[in-house]
T-cell receptor, first 116, second 118 residues
Framework: AQTVTQSQPEMSVQEAETVTLSCTYD???????LFWYKQPPSRQMILVIR??????QNATENRFSVNFQKAAKSFSLKISDSQLGDAAMYFC?????????????FGKGTLLTVNP | GAVVSQHPSWVICKSGTSVKIECRSL??????MFWYRQFPKQSLMLMAT?????????EQGVEKDKFLINHASLTLSTLTVTSAHPEDSSFYIC??????????????FGPGTRLTVT
């Protein structure tokens, strides 16, 4: 079974600074998808960024970027120019590919605090 | 686009009663819907996967007779918690997979339902 590990239960960053959230995963599959989701206090899950394993190029979405290291099974999220609205719980998630395997496996989450 | 709603957003019920939670895809058809449970300050745990017109597939450890899932149409799935007990109090979240976007599709999440059993 696939597992997703987020080793940082809590992180804090100063407004306008950069922070990196860590995520590692374990899988025997060669093709899969990785995601970072944000869950603010409203508890609505928001997709931040996604990465297809077959793509070597790291995904970026405005201030959010990932460092995807397939061999190391590492998928970290970098948030640049942090804003107060970035404060939330962040979940790393894994999804296999093909067939009916569209289930998401989530890590335990990292609570990000942004200090003004 | 790709909006998923849940109803109710918060429900309080007495122990021993049943409660139904609805998950609707408002502007797309969802071939597959997923139900998650989230305890305070914890991660999302998948409970079951439901495909329209077929029986739900439950994750290991989830009681299918207690958590009844029906996916009668491509826009609606329901989760019924039967004979609810205080330990069933939790935050229940659904997500829906878009029918037409193929392999590269996303799961779109509902806003969640807070269940409190007294």
């Amino acid at each position: 079974a696939q597992t997703v590990t987020q080793s940082q239960p809590e992180m804090s960053v100063q407004e306008a600074e950069t922070v990196t959230l860590s995520c590692t995963y374990d899988t025997s599959e060669s093709d899969y998808y990785l995601f970072w989701y944000k869950q603010p206090p409203s508890r609505q899950m928001i997709l931040v960024i996604r990465q297809e394993a077959y793509k070597q190029q790291n995904a970026t979405e405005n201030r959010f970027s990932v460092n995807f290291q397939k061999a190391a099974k590492s998928f970290s999220l970098k948030i640049s120019d942090s804003q107060l609205g970035d404060a939330a719980m962040y979940f790393c998630a894994y999804r296999g590919s093909g067939g009916s395997n569209y289930k998401l496996t989530f890590g335990k989450g990292t609570l990000l605090t942004v200090n003004p | 686009g790709a909006v998923v709603s849940q109803h109710p957003s918060w429900v309080i019920c007495k122990s021993g009663t049943s409660v139904k939670i609805e998950c609707r895809s408002l502007d797309f058809q969802a071939t597959t819907m997923f139900w998650y449970r989230q305890f305070p300050k914890q991660s999302l745990m998948l409970m079951a996967t439901s495909n329209e017109g077929s029986k739900a597939t439950y994750e290991q450890g989830v009681e299918k007779d207690k958590f009844l899932i029906n996916h009668a149409s491509l826009t609606l799935s329901t989760l019924t918690v039967t004979s609810a007990h205080p330990e069933d109090s939790s935050f229940y979240i659904c997500s829906a997979r878009h029918l037409e976007t193929g392999e590269n599709n996303e799961q779109y999440f509902g806003p969640g339902t807070r269940l409190t059993v007294t």
